[in-house]
């Protein structure tokens, strides 16, 4: 991949170092505030990235203003008598 198609695919640039810069994105302009009700998080504890999602949840603060519901995965029959 040549450095121009690896800076439009990536929205860097090289310094004049070789260092690989990264523009300012456009849309991460605008602070979006977490507003209570706004957002509910539904998560799976089966699921590998569920750590990380309930843990940056803590991390930053956000338990009063996301709610949050845990799924439970179901791998048995949901219709023991169907036997289909």
């Known amino acids: 991949?040549?450095?121009?198609?690896?800076?439009?695919?990536?929205?860097?640039v090289a310094n004049k170092d070789g260092a690989?810069?990264?523009?300012?994105?456009?849309?991460?302009t605008d602070a979006?505030?977490?507003e209570p009700g706004r957002y509910h998080l539904h998560i799976a504890l089966a699921c590998p990235w569920a750590a990380g999602a309930l843990s940056m949840l803590y991390l930053k603060g956000l338990e009063d203003?996301?709610?949050?519901?845990?799924?439970?995965?179901?791998?048995?029959?949901?219709?023991?008598d169907d036997p289909e």
């Open 1 to 12: 991949m040549s450095a121009s198609a690896l800076a439009a695919t990536t929205n860097t």
């Open 20 to 28: 690989y810069v990264r523009h300012a994105a456009k849309h991460r």
């Open 32 to 34: 979006v505030e977490a």
């Open 65 to 80: 203003a996301i709610s949050l519901s845990v799924v439970h995965p179901t791998w048995q029959r949901t219709r023991p």
